[in-house]
């Protein structure tokens, strides 16, 4: 009777990478992201209105900045040679 087949450590996390590197879809929920953006919003005057193009618009503008960030952040824990980033490190 043969073992089921096991992939390596780190090649389902590899393969969980790459597909969200091609994907173009948004990583953020739209209504979770859009609450706190409201909220801001209206923070910083009461009665603006938005439409929803424009939230859509700085959800895509935090994620490239976050993805960014975290590019920067591996490439920092690759070259001083350590597994993991951690929160130090960004």
Partial sequence: M?????????SVA???IRRY?????????????????RKIAHNFKADLRSESSAVMAVQEAVELNLDGLL????????????LRVIHEDI
Avoid: W
């Fill in 21 to 37: 590197q091609k994907s173009m879809e948004s990583l953020i929920c739209n209504l979770p992201f859009q609450c706190p953006v």
């Fill in 2 to 10: 043969e073992k089921p087949h096991s992939y390596g450590p780190g």
């Fill in 14 to 16: 590899l393969r969980e």
């Fill in 71 to 82: 590019e920067d952040t591996n490439l920092c824990a690759i070259l001083a040679k350590c």
